[in-house]
T-cell receptor, first 111, second 111 residues
Framework: EAQVTQNPRYLITVTGKKLTVTCSQN?????MSWYRQDPGLGLRQIYY???????DKGDVPEGYKVSRKEKRNFPLILESPSPNQTSLYFC??????????FGPGTRLLVL | SQQGEEDPQALSIQEGENATMNCSYK?????LQWYRQNSGRGLVHLIL?????REKHSGRLRVTLDTSKKSSSLLITASRAADTASYFC???????????FGKGTTLSVSS
């Protein structure tokens, strides 16, 4: 089944404790992206990648890192999480210019 | 950098009725996509319509696009309680590297 998977789905952590949210797709898509969704602010792009080893900042990249060492994986790294990074995170992938498919989301709470 | 604006923000109808949601955007686009989200869960892709298309159908869904007015509409016919969700339109940014989402229409279908 074609899908985008994210892990973990739910995470509670404390300020400053590094964490990684994994994202994997099995559709051989070049393009992958991370978004966060917050009440009143909607969905905003954090980082994106047009292909392996090619990543760039979206609208809200501060406090996040990404890497794209393999085509299928695009992990989101929070080196020192803060409470303002409490959010619902989505990974997406697509053929460039085509339908973006989203993962199920990761709900993060930073205390 | 919000692009799409959905209207209305909230819509309540009875089962069997039709639901129409509208989306306006600001800059030229290559395509426009509609997504559904059930209560803070994942984003489900509904339809992609390209800038050179005027109308698309998928089951009970009908999407129109008017590039001269920079607007799109999503019509759900014969609504069911299971259609209760938030609906978002999303357009690609000018570089084609991100989807820009509106804040969504919350649809409530009561039986």
């Amino acid at each position: 089944e074609a899908q985008v998977t994210q892990n973990p789905r739910y995470l509670i952590t404390v300020t400053g404790k590094k964490l990684t949210v994994t994202c994997s797709q099995n559709m051989n898509h070049e393009y992958m992206s991370w978004y966060r969704q917050d009440p009143g602010l909607g969905l905003r792009q954090i980082y994106y990648s047009m292909n392996v080893e090619v990543t760039d900042k979206g609208d809200v990249p501060e406090g996040y890192k990404v890497s794209r060492k393999e085509k299928r994986n695009f992990p989101l790294i929070l080196e020192s999480p803060s409470p303002n990074q409490t959010s619902l995170y989505f990974c997406a992938s697509s053929v460039v210019g085509e339908t973006q498919y989203f993962g199920p989301g990761t709900r993060l709470l930073v205390l | 950098s919000q692009q799409g604006e959905e209207d209305p923000q909230a819509l309540s109808i009875q089962e069997g009725e039709n639901a129409t949601m509208n989306c306006s955007y600001k800059t030229s686009i290559n395509n426009l996509q509609w997504y559904r989200q059930n209560s803070g869960r994942g984003l489900v892709h509904l339809i992609l319509i390209r800038s050179n298309e005027r109308e698309k159908h998928s089951g009970r869904l009908r999407v129109t696009l008017d590039t001269s007015k920079k607007s799109s509409s999503l019509l759900i016919t014969a609504s069911r309680a299971a259609d209760t969700a938030s609906y978002f339109c999303a357009t690609d940014n000018q570089a084609g590297t991100a989807l820009i989402f509106g804040k969504g229409t919350t649809l409530s279908v009561s039986s």
